[in-house]
């Protein structure tokens, strides 16, 4: 009797080793190399806006977006789009359009702050270290992205949050930093007024 064949093991095997060369030449989904964002992007809150056409209501949504490198550059944006994708896609483009440097001292705010944009009014101070954030909402998220680890922060007006992101924003534009502060020692005419005294001083 002629000797038998095993065939059919032999294709599966050679299928196998196929499929397995395959598998080892291909990347792991989990290897892939990832972009590293500049910014850290917040999506603080999103709406759905509705405006009356002649057939209907025409649906949209409105995103409202804070980014921040953690290093004192903070940006707020808000668009609309069809969809909740494309409105905060456009927002980060605002808000990287309208960035802004916030002075950090001791990963706190050199001094107390205060902005009101329409019907909200922010209050800022700086807090010593280990005190934490004593914010809420939008508050807390755009002093986080800024880099700002400590700080208090007191809402006095209208809740609505693209009103205060914004006054929280007024409020860190307008801190100055140390080396611009008006004392008795950098005055423009502090210097001749100590040079007058030592010499009336001297003169006695």
Known sequence: MPPTTNSAPQGQNQGQN???????NRRPRNDMPKEEKEFDERVVHIDRVARVVKGGRRFRFRALVVIGDHKGKVGIGTAKGADVTAAVSK?????KKNLVMIPIYKETIPHEAEAKVSGARILLKPASPGTGLIAGGVVRVVLEVGGIRNALSKSLGSANKINTAYATLAALESI???????????????????????EKVEAK
């Open 18 to 24: 196929r499929q397995g060369g395959q598998n080892q």
């Open 91 to 95: 927002a980060v483009d605002v808000a």
């Open 176 to 198: 100055e930093k140390a080396d611009n502060w008006v004392t008795k020692a950098n005055k423009p005419n502090a210097a001749k007024k100590v040079a007058s005294k030592v």
